[in-house]
């Protein structure tokens, strides 16, 4: 098995790591600014996966509509102009931007998605996800960038309309025009020191550490330049463990969200995860509760995503 992977990275195929070295040891205490930040995402966890629940266009559209609107009203609240783009019956995307200083570069979208799947309440996947969204939009307000920055919040990306052209990213990708770099915050809730809890697909099973501690960006080959960008980033900005790895869509788990939307249309893209179902027991599970996830590591993360935005629409 060693020999096929050896063979892979050779071929250029798959990338493993990210520039830098990933934080190890205790994690720096908690200034004022992290616990508010904790405190909202938290919050936004809690009003997502467990005063509303279901958040599925199968199961509880009712809760899907619910979701919609609180992330609109919060998106509102922060004093952002809420674009609705139609995707499926009355379920939208939710769209609000930050204009870039030259209109003529193309922008860096950064979503999540607010539906779940079928029978779960989906605090990890992906309550976790729109509340770092609702920071990281709430952290840019006032920011003046080069590029424009869209944020957007994706309705549809679980079964059944996933990879159909009734997925929330798929109608906002072919919408949107160029674009310089997509990241999709897909499952960021759930970290575990123990030895044991984290697994993946292979061929990165003989390569990473089985501890579920860190943060993951997931790409496929050809945007293996953003990787790099983005680990360099969040390594020196945000004392966080940190895993990074490129490869063809053939490997298991690769293109399972949002920014595979974005592949289709040329663009660089990734997802920010938590590696999901490779480390949570209860993925698309009833059980995937809010008690399952972490919302100061949420917010540790999502410091660093913000840097990482910060950078990319700096040039
Ligand atoms: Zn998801």
Redesign the pocket.
């Known amino acids: 098995m060693r020999a096929v992977v050896l063979a892979l990275l050779a071929a250029g195929c798959v990338k493993t790591g990210l520039p830098g070295r990933s934080h190890r040891g205790a994690l720096p205490a908690a200034d004022d600014a992290l616990a508010e930040s904790t405190a909202r995402i938290g919050a936004h966890v809690h009003a997502l996966a467990a005063d509303i629940g279901r958040r599925s266009p199968v199961t509880s559209a009712k809760g899907l509509d619910r979701a919609e609107d609180y992330v609109a009203d919060a998106l509102t609240a922060q004093g952002w102009e809420v674009v609705r783009q139609p995707v499926e019956k009355s379920h939208d995307n939710l769209i609000a931007t930050l204009p870039g200083s030259d209109g003529s570069l193309a922008p860096v979208v950064v979503g999540a ?1 607010y539906d779940t799947a079928a029978y779960t309440p989906g605090a990890d ?2 309550a976790s ?1 729109v509340a770092s969204l609702l920071e990281i939009a709430r952290a840019m307000r006032d920011d003046r960038p080069l590029r424009t920055v869209i944020f957007v919040a994706w309705t549809h ?2 079964p059944p309309n996933f990879a159909t052209p009734f997925m929330g990213s798929v109608a906002h990708a072919q919408s949107v025009g160029e674009v310089h770099a997509a990241l999709s915050i ?2 960021i809730g759930m970290y575990s020191d123990a030895r044991g809890s984290q697994h993946y697909p292979f061929p990165f099973s003989v390569l990473y550490p089985n501890r579920g501690d860190f943060i993951g960006f997931i790409t496929n080959t050809r945007s293996r330049r953003l990787l790099s960008r983005v680990g360099r980033t969040f390594r020196t900005t945000e004392p966080f463990p940190s895993r990074g790895a490129a490869g063809p869509r053939w490997i298991t788990g690769l293109d399972w ?1 949002d920014h595979r939307s974005y592949w289709s249309i040329g663009a660089p893209a990734l997802m920010v995860t938590d590696t ?1 179902l490779f480390r949570n027991p209860h993925y698309h599970e009833p059980s995937d509760t809010e008690e399952v996830v972490d919302p100061e590591r949420i917010a540790r993360v999502t410091r660093g995503l913000v840097a990482v935005v910060r950078d990319l629409a700096s040039d």
């Open positions: 998605h996947d992906n996800g990306e679980e897909e499952t969200s999901a």
